[in-house]
């Protein structure tokens, strides 16, 4: 009988542990999907309603981390994603494809796949991309960027870049996981983007926790999270290349005033108080490889160059 019991309560706590390894592994996930839940579908519904807005005073590059004369932004993005002649890439997140044009008119033979969420900047941007007669070198449609291996064969592109757009993804991982699909070996992912800030004070980790949510709701966004970005770009396979604020020198940065300006022209994310307001997020660019090698069959490997995986690949 006691045998029985002990049998019972065995069970028991294996059926309470497994319950709480299976909650667990849940919360862990909806780490990377917390905060505000945004869905593509919001984000389409967000940027078909502001686009114009956003135009108004951003201009064509809707970002706001950016050189006062956004050209030498522009300039800094190339070099820092290592984009070059004859690449195909693809922009995710490309709003009317003021970057995309600008990128094409910089380097020889560039191809750009852009991918937007919204149709209304999809519309915008084929006119803007007619008009600079580069349809042959800017291909633009709408799509979830969080899907890219549904909208582009694998292993098609050399890189994937996201610039201040991945902040809306509501499944990070998964967009990551289909960069890394569409990547040929060798191609790099390119994230730059806002990214929740840090502190040992209770009260200033709770304002800037604060204030991100209501950036969040404003702007249909999900302010990333740096190590949960890292971890699944990791996980992902891509080895890390560097993950820094983008090296813009002090005098030609643009301090923001160009997203208080929206904020306060169109009383979107609008600032009340600056008396207890902390400054939330900050700007980083995290740049990785997906490996010439096959990572789950060379395992032993950590680096190779193209010529080693020829002859591994023999
Ligand atoms: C802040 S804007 C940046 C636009 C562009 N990268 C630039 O520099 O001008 C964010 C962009 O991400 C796009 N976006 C957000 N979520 C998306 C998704 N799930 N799939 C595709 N595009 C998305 C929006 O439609 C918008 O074009």
Redo the contacts with the bound molecule.
Sequence with gaps: MTLYVILILLILLQAGIIAFLIWQSRSDTKLMKSVSE?T?ES??K??NET?DK?LQV?G?????FRTRDVADYLQYTLQSMDVREGMTVI?????????ACYFAKQINDLKIHA????DY?VQLAQQKIGEQGLAERVEVK??????LDKLYPEEFADRVF?????G???DKEQ?ILSAYRVLKPGGKLYIKDLFLRESNNEWEQQRINDIATQINLA??YQICDLHQVVSAIRRAGFLIDFIRPPQVERDKFEHLTISNDFQNLFNIGKIESWDDYVFPVDFFEIRATKPEFNPSRDIHLYFMNRQDATQVVE
Aim: hydrophobic share 30%.
């Design positions: 945004t593509p984000v389409r967000f940027y686009t956003f951003y064509e590059i809707i970002q706001a922009d995710a997140g490309c709003g009317v494809c003021g970057p991918v937007t969420v919204s900047q709408q799509g979830d960027y969080q899907q996201f610039l201040e757009s991945f809306h993804s509501n967009a702007y249909q």
